[in-house]
């Protein structure tokens, strides 16, 4: 196994934090994992003393927390029986190969549990069906692409450490604690590692979707934000930082960028807009650079990346959900793509749950050829929450893991011992 897989020694000593010592057992305590959120932050310490764990956690949260729970003893069990078998990633394995690779592959993944009983061959090194389907298994917990090839992403998670995988899952088991939980009414829960989307009516699943959340970099912020209007043929106010780092230098590169994207460009005064100016007026590197001054706008229509709907925030970051002319990319497993808003695969269906009591005049709307812009403001706002969840067990039992998108997962080991040492 390359040396950059294996569990280094700092990646252990968090691990021992967390379970207070190795051989402690192989419970997390809730005390241990209110430990953690302290030091990542998701209460202040104040709070947390004040309020306690056991009193914020509900129902819901108990559930899902104990399943984590449990989810992590097994994982200890495997690493005090070894830990995982790790599988040399020189080449990519297709179903149909003979590998030496075949054998450990498989072991790793009974280890897991994504391949039980017996072997549809006696040729150990042969890739064989029942093999791809135990790869496809992994696969989609995992939120890799579910084809039964074992690739780049697929390797790093078959070799990822167990010890890497009990931090990030008591990470999470610290994050339930501070997670919404959907009550009365509608609520809706985007969480950006899953690239999934669920509405809750009355804390119940209502409709679920794929969506498209910032990629690293332009990462979409964790927050809690009330949706309070619905725009349909919505334009398009490019945001200040997409100015800087991606029109201008298009401009620059493209002259007839603007032109062709039917995009204008409005002056800034002291008091707010002053008129349209020539795009060859502007100084576009010094817009680079971080010059203010100019509003790049793009009416309503099939070239607008908000597509048909607009479902707009109350937030001072100006993230939002909408529509997109891409719909392609959610063809993709891996869908950190945008700039940082949200981008929605059914939004023709959430804008009717958003929508209910509101005018339903909204339909038609949404098909108007002219691309008229139009603005309704929701009898009640919808809260919407971005979480962070990159390991969690599912409704049916199942393991969930997902790819540390925005590397927040990674905490130095002399923080956590801070955090243990305060909560004793």
């Known amino acids: ?57 509900t129902v819901a949260v108990q559930t899902s927390a104990g399943r984590l729970e449990a989810a992590i003893a097994d994982l200890r069990r495997i690493e005090l029986q070894g830990g995982f078998t790790p599988v040399p990633d020189d080449a990519t394995l297709r179903p149909g190969d003979r590998s030496p690779a075949v054998p450990l592959l498989a072991k790793r993944l009974r280890q897991s549990g994504d391949l039980a009983g017996e072997r549809e061959t006696l040729d150990a090194e042969f890739y064989d069906p029942g093999l791809a389907r135990a790869v496809e298994r992994f696969q989609a917990r995992h939120g890799l692409e579910r084809d039964g090839v074992v690739g780049r992403r697929t390797f790093a998670a078959l070799n990822e450490p167990v010890e890497s995988l009990i931090v990030r899952a008591t990470i999470n088991l610290a994050r339930i604690m501070d997670e919404p939980v959907p009550g009365p009414g509608r609520h809706i829960i985007v969480n950006l590692p899953e690239f999934q989307l669920v509405a809750y009516r009355d804390g119940v699943p209502e409709l679920s979707m ?55 460009v409005i002056r800034l005064g002291e008091t707010g807009e002053v008129g349209p100016i020539d795009p060859e007026l502007v100084d576009w590197q010094a817009v680079r650079s971080g010059a203010r001054g100019i509003r ?59 929508a209910e009591g509101a005018d339903i005049r909204w339909r038609n709307w949404s098909r108007d050829p002219q691309w008229q812009t139009r603005w309704l403001k929701l009898p009640q706002p919808i809260p919407v929450d971005m979480v962070y969840r990159t390991i969690w067990v599912d409704d049916a039992g199942v393991l969930q893991v997902r790819e540390d998108i925005y590397d927040l997962d990674a905490l130095p080991a002399s923080r956590i011992a801070a955090a243990f040492a305060a909560a004793g």
């Open 210 to 264: 794929p969506v498209i959340v910032g990629r690293p970099g332009r990462a979409t912020p964790i927050l809690s934000s009330p949706i309070t209007h619905l725009v349909v043929n919505p334009t398009w106010t490019v945001p200040p930082g997409i100015l800087r780092k991606d029109i201008a230098r298009r401009v620059t590169e493209e002259p007839d960028y603007l032109a062709r994207m039917s995009m204008s």
């Open 296 to 354: 790049v706008q793009q009416p309503a229509g099939p070239d607008n990346p908000l597509g048909r709907f607009k479902f707009h925030m109350d937030n001072d970051q100006a993230i939002y959900l909408h529509d997109t002319n891409e719909p392609q990319l959610f063809r993709r497993a891996r869908r950190a793509l945008s700039a940082g808003c949200v981008r929605v695969s059914d939004p023709a269906a959430l804008a009717a749950f958003v």
């Open 1 to 57: 196994m390359p040396a950059d897989k294996a569990a280094g020694p700092e990646l252990r000593e968090i691990r021992d934090r967390i379970l207070g010592g190795r051989n402690m057992g192989i419970r997390v305590s809730w005390r241990r994992a209110a430990a953690l959120a302290l030091a990542f932050g998701f209460w202040s310490e104040s709070g947390a003393h004040a309020t306690g764990f056991e009193r914020q956690a």
